[in-house]
């Protein structure tokens, strides 16, 4: 069956943008997540929801990050006034419930100029 | 607070090679340990979900194995094919609604023919 997927794949982005990426989940999954990967390292958590309710929004690193799931399945990943900073790979990772395994999209890889 | 080690950073192997990759951890409590493989411009790919202390699981040339304080990756005749980052993560208990994977920082394996 199909993956999650992300779009846009690249994004390239000045200083003071605002951008949104979209995560499209497995079908039926009622987890989501968001991660952000700088290079050479480990993603890391940024928030977290349970169908269209968002449960956990610890790792969000300021202000400017905003996440929403209206309607319980796709979510977007908000960032306003973009900084250099931001430049990282974010993926977004669904599972079927909570504590099942998380399954990975592709990321979108945001370059900030 | 949380942490995930994974060592070495980097490992170049021969075809036929067998080695192990190391992943310590020190949480409060271990709900779950999970193994992910990432292809370079790739997201994760899960691998592997060990539990308790003790228990192994095998998936072709590789083995993954669990202690209280550490998770090995073993990798019997490797292919370059098996040439990626492999990824180590704990779900920790009570942390977090939707238990959010912590990742250590990868291993860069590198099969040469």
């Known amino acids: 069956g199909a993956g999650v997927s992300q779009s846009p794949r690249y994004k390239v982005a000045k200083r003071g943008q605002d951008v949104a990426l979209r995560c499209d989940p497995i079908?039926?999954?009622?987890?989501l997540f968001w991660y952000q990967q700088a290079l050479g390292q480990g993603p890391e958590f940024l928030t977290y929801?349970?169908?269209?309710?968002?449960?956990?929004k610890s790792g969000l690193p300021s202000d400017r990050f905003f996440a929403e799931r209206p309607e319980g399945s796709v979510s977007t990943l908000k960032i306003q006034r973009t900084q250099q900073e931001d430049s990282a790979v974010y993926l977004c990772?669904?599972?079927?419930?909570?504590?099942?395994?998380?399954?990975f999209g592709p990321g979108t890889r945001l370059l900030v100029l | 607070e949380d942490q995930v080690t994974q060592s070495p950073e980097a490992l170049r192997l021969q075809e036929g090679e067998s080695s192990s990759l190391n992943c310590s951890y020190t949480?409060?409590?271990?709900?779950?340990l999970f193994w992910y493989r990432q292809d370079p411009g790739k997201g994760p790919e899960f691998l592997f979900t060990?539990?308790?202390a003790g228990e192994e699981k095998e998936k072709e040339r590789l083995k993954a194995t669990l202690t209280k304080k550490e998770s090995f990756l073993h990798i019997t005749a490797p292919k370059p094919e098996d040439s990626a980052t492999y990824l180590c993560?704990?779900?920790?208990?009570?942390?977090?609604?939707?238990?959010?994977?912590?990742f250590g920082g990868g291993t860069r394996l590198m099969v040469k023919p």
């Open positions: 929801f349970q169908n269209e309710a968002q449960l956990d």
């Open positions: 079908s039926g999954h009622v987890s």
């Open positions: 993560a704990v779900q920790v208990l009570g942390r977090g609604a939707g238990n959010m994977l912590t």
């Open positions: 990772a669904s599972s079927l419930q909570t504590k099942e395994t998380q399954y």
């Open positions: 949480v409060s409590g271990l709900r779950g």
């Open positions: 060990l539990y308790s």
